[in-house]
């Protein structure tokens, strides 16, 4: 069996670490086992943020749809692609497209 050098495994556990940094997650204050985050929506959360060893307490936010909002925020909106942005379609019957009444008329 190959054993991995323990500098290697090292190396690779804070790389992991590292990516989970900063990273944000909402929990129901309410009491009882934690549970899933739509259950009591209007029950008040705590915001906590991962520094890589524990789950650090960084707001309070009245309901779920506030904590949603903070976790999620909205990206901005990008414009639609322009008509000839689309890739165009090349010549010919392809049994995917509707022959247009010119071609009726030829046959």
């Known amino acids: 069996m190959h054993e991995e050098p323990l500098e290697e495994w090292a190396r690779r556990r804070e790389g992991r670490r590292n990516a989970s940094k900063g990273k944000l997650r909402a929990v129901p204050l309410t009491s009882g086992p934690n549970r899933g985050a739509h259950v009591e929506p209007d029950a008040p959360r705590v915001i906590q943020e991962w520094n890589g060893a524990e789950w650090e307490t960084v707001c ?5 749809a506030a904590a949603k909002a903070l976790l999620n925020p909205r990206q901005p909106a990008d414009e639609k692609a322009a008509e000839w942005d689309r890739p165009a379609l090349g010549k010919g019957r392809g049994r995917h497209r509707k022959p247009s009444p010119a071609d009726d008329r030829d046959h």
């Open 60 to 64: 309070i936010v009245d309901d779920l």
